[in-house]
C-alpha cells in the first residue's frame, strides 16, 4: 500500500515536471536561451511576475534619466530646422521622415552608445547612412556589417577603459555583463538591434503625426496650449513628468497610429491547439504551429470598433471614452503587437516620440507642402507602410 502511494506520488510529481516545463524547451531547441525552468515550478514565476528578457528589462527610471539625451536632439534638431528655415525664405520645406529618422537615429545612437551621430550638421553622416543600409532589404548582410565593423568593442572598450559612469542602454548591458556573463558580442547585438528597432519605427510614427497636425491647424494650435501649460507646470521647462500627463498629446499619437498602421498584417505563430470563437459563436480550430495572420489594417478601419473610421479624431481615445485602454481591451487596437511578444520597446519608443512632437509644435507652425502626393499611395520598396514621394511639410519658424 505504501508502496503504491509512494509510487503514485513520484508519477504525479514526474507529471507536474513535464507539465510545467514541457513548452518552454521551444526557443532553446533553436539556439535561443531563455529563462530556465525551476523544478516543480517551471515558468511559472517568470509568467506570475511578467520578467521580460533580461537585456530588454530597463525600467522607466532609466528612461527618465535618458530624457536629457533626447533635449539635447531635440536642440539639435532645432537649430537645423531654423537654419534650413533662414535660408529658404523664412520656411523649410522638408521631407518629415528624413527629418524625423535623423532625429530617431541620433536619440537611439546617443542612449545606446553615447554616440553623437551629427544627423543634424554632417552632410552625410555614417550612422544615418547605415540605418537607411538596415533598412534595405538585405537586412541580414547589413545588420552583420554593422556589428562587425562599427558598434561592438569600440563603445565598449572605451566605456570600460575610461571608468565611464552614463546611464544609457550601454551602461544596461555592461551591468548585465557583470551579473550575467553576457559576451561582447551579445552585447554588440542587443545593442543593434535596439538601434534597427528603435529608429525607423518611431521615425515614421513621427511624421505621421506632425502630417496630421499640420493637416488639423485647429488641433495644432490646442496642443501649442497644452504644451505651454505643462511647461508652465514644469517651472518653464517640460519635465519628463509633463510628457507623459499631456492628454491631447497622448490622443494624438494614438490617433495616428490607427489611421496609419505601419504594417497591414502582425503574424502570429499557435503554440499550441487552440478554439477561436467568433461572430455567432462560430468555431475556427488552429492546430500547433499554424501561423495566423491578423489583419491590422483593416481592424483599425473597422467602422464596428471604430465610428467613423477614415475621420481624423484623436478624441475617441480620450479618458472619458475609456483611452486607449478600452480599444486594446477588446483586442482591436494593438500598434505595438501584444502578447508575450509584445514590442520591448514601447516605453523608449512612446517617450521619444512624445519628446519630439512637443519640440516640432512648440517652435514651429506646420503645414503640409505641396510636394507631398496625395492621396498616398504606398511605396512598395518600403519595409514599413509609408507614401510614395515620402512627406513633405513647411516647417515655419514661431517667433
Ligand atoms: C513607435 C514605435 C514602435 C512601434 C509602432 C513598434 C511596434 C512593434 C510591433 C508591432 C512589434 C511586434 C509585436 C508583436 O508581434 O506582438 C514590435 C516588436 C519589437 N519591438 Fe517595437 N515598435 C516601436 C519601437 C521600438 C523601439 C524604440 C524598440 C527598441 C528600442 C523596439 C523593439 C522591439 C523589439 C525588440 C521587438 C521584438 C519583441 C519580441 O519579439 O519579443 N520597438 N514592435
Redesign the pocket.
Known sequence: MLLILFGTVVAFVALVYIFLTWEFGFWEKYGVKGPKPKILLGNIPYLLTKKRHTV?NYDQLYIKAMAHLMDEVCEHMTDYLRTQAKSSDGVATLDAKEVMAKYTTDVVASCIFAIDAQSFVKENPEIRLMGKRIMNFNFVVQLALLVTTFFPSDAIRYRKENKINRTDFLDHLLQLQDRKQITDIDIAGHGV??FA??FE??SI?LTYCLYDLAKYPTIQQELRDEIAKAKQAGGGTMLYEQLGEMALLEQIICES?RIHP??AV?A?RCTADTTLVGPKDRKIFVKKGTTVVLPYYSICFDAEHFADPYKYDPKRFAAENGGSKAYRERGVYF?????P??????R??VTQ?RRAIVEVVERFSISVSSKTIEPFEMDPDQFMLMPKGSIWLDFKPIA
Not at 335 to 339: E, I, N, Q, T, V
Not at 341 to 346: D, S, T, V
Open positions: 530588454y538591434s535596439f528597432d528603435g519605427t518611431s510614427v497610429m505601419l504594417m502582425m502570429k500598434p505595438f503587437g501584444d502578447g511578444r509584445m514590442c520591448l520597446g514601447m523608449f519608443a516620440v
